[in-house]
């Protein structure tokens, strides 16, 4: 991949000319991901945040330009709100960091500019605490989860188990550092950036756990995760039973607003 913003295959002045060709009377035009974050890669795709008028549709659109995949964030301003209120109740904050950490590429009027502040100040603000229920089901879990780990002898069992130790100590974590949350690829970097010596240390024992079977470092990591929160939690819990709303034993409480209603991947920054 070039490294040459005006070299004709650069990802950014492919962004531009597809903005400019489909949305030219676009509001604004921002690139977000891995090209401007300095992760790309020669076939890492283009995310590009687009507000347009008033009456338009909402909507994310993939689709390949110059051979490159793109995704396409298109959106009015009243869209736009919306997607702020529900990335912000999901904890993830998709579009602010898109906004916050992207490239504008076209503005009209100072849209993209302003947008980004109302950005910038959304992730220094951080996520509200999480309910107290909330993290008493999470320390429950989280408890539960340990002694499995400790109790199973079965490498894929153990693997199982530990996939959701790491999710509902970084669940715990982010809510003790107000911090955004992530999935996939995002959760290490968020941990990373939440906590590094917390996130750090459960992070070097998960790999450690996956490399060499030793659970040891990992248990001890979540522990130190979980005492942050008030320490294991097993007899006297107890909670109002509504199992259509609620995880099964053992699986993680995590907020999916946003997800499966839109489908949205990680954020793309």
């Known amino acids: 991949m070039s490294s040459d913003p005006d070299d004709p295959t650069h990802p950014i002045g492919q962004a531009r000319r597809l903005t400019a060709e489909r949305f030219p009377d676009a509001l604004s ?3 977000a991901g891995s090209t401007v974050s300095g992760r790309a890669t020669s076939t890492s795709d283009l995310d590009i945040a687009v507000l347009i008028e008033d009456g338009g549709e909402t909507r994310r659109e993939t689709l390949r330009f110059e051979g490159r995949l793109v995704e396409l964030f298109v959106h009015t301003r009243a869209g736009l709100d919306e997607l702020f209120a529900a990335d912000t109740a999901s904890r993830r904050g998709v579009m602010q960091c898109m906004y916050a950490d992207g490239l504008v590429l076209s503005e009209r009027d100072g849209a993209a500019t302003h947008i980004k502040r109302l950005a910038e100040g ?10 107290p229920a909330t993290v008493e089901s999470l320390r429950y879990v989280l408890t539960d989860a340990l002694d499995d780990l400790a109790d199973t002898a079965d490498v894929v069992e153990r693997l199982a188990v530990a996939a959701v130790v790491l999710s509902t100590a970084a669940d715990l974590l982010f809510d003790h550092c107000r911090a955004w949350t992530g999935g996939g690829k995002w959760l290490p970097r968020r941990l990373l950036q939440a906590d590094p010596v917390h996130g750090g240390a459960l ?14 470092d990992f248990a001890y990591a979540a522990l130190e995760i979980l005492a942050l929160a ?9 909670r109002t039973w509504r199992a259509a709303a609620e995880p099964q ?15 949205r991947k990680e954020p793309p920054c």
């Open 29 to 31: 035009a921002v690139l």
């Open 122 to 131: 959304v992730l220094r603000e951080g996520p509200g605490a999480l309910a």
């Open 203 to 216: 992070l070097d024992g998960y790999r450690h756990l996956c490399e060499n079977g030793e659970p040891e």
């Open 230 to 238: 008030g320490g294991p939690l097993r007899e006297g819990y107890s």
């Open 249 to 263: 034993r053992g699986e993680p409480i995590r907020s999916r607003r946003g997800d499966a209603d839109r489908e």
